[in-house]
């Protein structure tokens, strides 16, 4: 199953590309930030938000609190390594 993991941008790698470094539960992956970026907004602002990270690109902005919550879900499922396996193994 391929499931949308909570994240938080860490730098931004390459701005005309809308590409960042995400960091989820200490794993770190290059993603595409284009749906998390608003117009006219300067792509290192993104740094420190809190995202839902599915295949590649942060699909909306979440709240730390909900992140919080997602993460702890996903733990208790047994999810979250799964999905940490597949995120270090695309990188």
């Not at 730098?11 to 539960?25: F, H, Q, Y």
């Not at 740094?47 to 902005?61: I, N, P």
């Amino acid at each position: 199953m391929c499931l949308g993991i909570p994240g938080r941008i860490v730098a931004i790698t390459d701005p005309g590309r809308k590409l960042a470094l995400v960091e989820v539960s200490g794993v770190r992956r290059e993603i595409n930030v284009a749906c998390v970026v608003d117009d006219g907004q300067p792509i290192e602002d993104c740094v420190g938000y809190w995202v839902l990270v599915h295949v590649g690109f942060a699909m909306s902005r979440i709240d730390e609190a909900e992140a919080a919550a997602t993460l702890q879900v996903l733990n208790e499922l047994g999810e979250v390594q799964q999905e940490l396996a597949a995120m270090a193994g695309s990188a």
